[in-house]
């Protein structure tokens, strides 16, 4: 044993620590919370996001892939990953959940965000309507090669169906259409194919 008064034998801290008596500073994150965050009572709505952030993170991989095999590289793939990380860090406070979004229009967390806004700014005018009718127009999926084309035929055929219904509106013959389109591409993974 050693003659020295501040020595501890092996496994025993000094009594001499200079320690601090307070909580050292870093050692929890500090995070700055923006928005009104998600109510964590709504377990429906919480599976809903859960879901959809499943069917983002595994297109995203197949656009990545499909990325990879053209040998894309830069804006895109920074992007890509970014949504693949979207909401990926979620904080509580104060009984609601609130973390960050990637805001790019693949991923359909924010897309949903994004309809929700858009919906909110047309529900005025919508409220004034009498009978409204959600519709849906959908195609059969195409490779990429044939993305473009499928989309000008679709923007053709809904102004052909405008414009009939226009005409014969103008004869008396027919409704007045009045409607808000909005056009959406998909992209499946697995079979490296988009529906529009």
Known sequence: ???????????????????????????????????????LSEKLVLKGRAKRKVITQAMVLGLIDANNIKGLTGDWRKSYWNTYHCQGRIFTAEGKLHGTYCKNRFCTLCCNIRKAVIINQYLPVLNTWTEAHFVTLTIKAVRAKALHAALRSILRCFHWITDKHRKRYKRGKGIELKGIKSLECNFNHERKTSVG
């Open 1 to 39: 044993m050693s003659n020295n008064p501040h020595s501890t034998p092996r496994g025993q801290g000094s009594f001499n620590t200079l320690a601090q008596n307070r909580t050292k500073p870093g050692d929890k994150p500090v995070a700055i919370l923006l928005g009104k965050g998600s109510e």
